[in-house]
């Protein structure tokens, strides 16, 4: 059995929204939402530009990154850390054993290890990596919890796909 996928469009969210809970780090630091980038007319363009090329902003601020398809670059291709080989972003999730989906998505879709900012392969395996709006909360049971990406208080005892709109 293949492992679970994320959905292009989670149904709680609609089509080509934008997640009012998420939250990412700008590059001073500082937290931020997706309306944030739009919010000053002057420097918009430049947000969007900065940003918006982010697999973990583009897949949660559809709309105003204007990627409401939330999919991988098919083109897209990446060397393996250890064995040399070149994969697609499908390998991410390629394993019928979901903890090694979850290794995987962990050590290439993160460019740091509190997994708040998505790393080259992340910004183009967007729906692998499970950043489309929603998923990243609770794509992968955790251990413990995570307050990242505006995460719920408590662990999943199995993953899920879609999203709530409040945190559980």
């Known amino acids: ?3 679970p996928r994320p959905s292009a469009v989670p149904s709680s969210l609609g089509a080509c929204s934008d997640d009012p809970l998420f939250e990412f780090v ?9 309306d944030w980038l739009t919010r000053n007319p002057d420097k918009a363009a430049s947000r969007i530009a900065d940003y918006c090329t982010r697999g973990h902003v583009k897949g949660a ?3 105003t990154c204007g990627f409401c398809e939330c999919q991988d670059d098919p083109s897209f291709t990446f060397v393996l850390n250890v064995v040399g080989s070149t994969e697609n972003c499908s390998w991410l999730l390629a394993n019928s054993n979901p903890t ?3 290794a995987r998505v962990t050590r290439y879709c993160y460019a740091d290890t509190a997994q708040t900012i998505a790393s080259v392969v992340g910004d183009a395996c967007v729906a692998s990596c499970g950043f489309c709006k929603g998923n990243y909360r609770t794509l992968f049971p955790s251990a413990s919890p995570s307050l990242t990406f505006g995460s719920s ?3 999943s005892a ?8 409040r945190p559980s």
């Open 153 to 155: 208080l408590s662990p």
């Open 1 to 3: 059995a293949s492992s």
């Open 100 to 102: 090694t989906d979850e």
């Open 26 to 34: 700008l590059d001073n630091g500082n937290l931020q939402t997706c």
């Open 158 to 165: 199995t993953p899920t796909i879609a999203s709530s709109p």
């Open 61 to 63: 601020c559809q709309r």
